[in-house]
């Protein structure tokens, strides 16, 4: 069974920088895209970034020039690097991502617990 454990969450004054880390470990054969998205009070969960195996990345609008997602295979590990945050930012980050167990198997999706990201003014 594959799980994810998500870290380096926390809280930051607004302008500052937080690196979400989310690794993934247990029977995994092929991880493809991995994702992060959060989830404010009382709001829907939102889609925040993308990247691929191949390292075809896409961001939300609203976090283009400020967040960095990256991946580190040999390490089934995802990252995203939050620059210049904005009270907005606050949420629960999750990651997800999509992966096969077995040369055989078809890919499953797994998400991580979630770690809280707060900014204040």
């Known amino acids: 069974q594959v799980q994810l454990v998500e870290s380096g969450g926390g809280l930051v004054q607004a302008g500052g920088s937080l690196r979400l880390s989310c690794a993934a470990s247990g029977n995994i054969f092929y991880v493809s895209d991995m994702r992060w998205f959060r989830q404010a009070p009382e709001n829907q969960r939102e889609w925040v970034a993308t990247?691929?195996?191949?390292?075809?990345?896409h961001y939300t609008d609203s976090v283009l020039g400020r967040f960095t997602i990256s991946r580190d295979d040999p390490k089934n590990t995802v990252y995203l690097q939050m620059d210049n945050l904005r009270p907005e930012d606050t949420a629960i980050y999750y990651c997800?991502?999509?992966?096969?167990?077995?040369?055989?198997?078809?890919?499953?999706?797994?998400w991580g617990q979630g770690i809280q990201v707060t900014v204040f003014a």
């Open positions: 990247i691929s195996r191949a390292g075809n990345i």
């Open positions: 997800k991502i999509n992966v096969r167990t077995s040369p055989q198997s078809s890919f499953d999706e797994v």
